[in-house]
């Protein structure tokens, strides 16, 4: 499979428990994107990685908030102390990045659905 | 703020008639515009993007783009059931701090 991989799934915690997500993007992509997605809204920028460095965090990312790219390749993404609020899918994605226009796109992973009761 | 706005909808059209999905975006930094499909449930793939003025066609969908009105839409021909899903614009501004801005989507439902 040459697509981006995400694990869980799915993830059903209690509030006030860490929980980490791993993306394993497509081998020949440098940059990798984390978003996240609620009901009735569309995808909503956290962070992203050119290679091993963090170059974009949103401020929707809070201090519970922490992802990583050790090698370059895959990547995590912690949430601590989770809050019901935190309950939504969790999309990484990958792309090439290349050139001015990068008129590659994304290639998103299926997702990792967070409930948090 | 970059935005991208999108009518959420939800547009139903009867099979095999054209459905128009409509996009604005206020970033006029943006440069590329992408149409993904997202079935319930699923992640988002990508149909179409686009970044010069003017239409792009690959099928049955046709992208439109007008830079100096910041506008983008979708064009889906001879519309089936399978095309029921939402449709979300992105817009994304080039060079080294690139990334999608993405619109809430629309929502369209194809009725046999």
């Known amino acids: 499979d040459t697509g981006v991989s995400q694990d869980p799934r799915h993830k059903i915690t209690k509030r006030g428990q860490n929980v980490t997500f791993r993306c394993d993007p497509i081998s020949e992509h440098n940059r990798l994107y984390w978003y996240r997605q609620t009901l009735g809204q569309g995808p909503e920028f956290l962070t992203y990685?050119?290679?091993?460095?963090?170059?974009?965090k949103s401020r929707l990312l809070s201090d519970r908030f922490s992802a990583e790219r050790p090698k370059g390749s895959f990547s995590t993404l912690e949430i601590q102390r989770t809050e019901q609020g935190d309950s939504a899918m969790y999309l990484c994605?990958?792309?090439?990045?290349?050139?001015?226009?990068?008129?590659?796109?994304?290639?998103f992973g299926s997702g990792t659905r967070l409930t948090v009761v | 703020q970059k935005e991208v706005e999108q009518n959420s909808g939800p547009l139903s059209v009867p099979e095999g008639a054209i459905a128009s999905l409509n996009c604005t975006y206020s970033d006029r930094g943006s440069q590329s515009f992408f149409w993904y499909r997202q079935y319930s449930g699923k992640s988002p793939e990508l149909i179409m993007f686009i970044y010069s003025n003017g239409d792009k066609e690959d099928g049955r969908f046709t992208a439109q783009l007008n830079k100096a009105s910041q506008y983008v839409s979708l064009l889906i021909r001879d519309s089936q059931p399978s095309d029921s899903a939402t449709y979300l614009c992105a817009g994304g501004s080039g060079g080294s701090n690139y990334k999608l801005t993405f619109g809430k989507g629309t929502l369209l439902t194809v009725n046999p």
């Open positions: 990685f050119q290679n091993e460095a963090q170059l974009e």
């Open positions: 994605a990958s792309s090439l990045g290349w050139g001015p226009l990068a008129m590659d796109g994304y290639t």
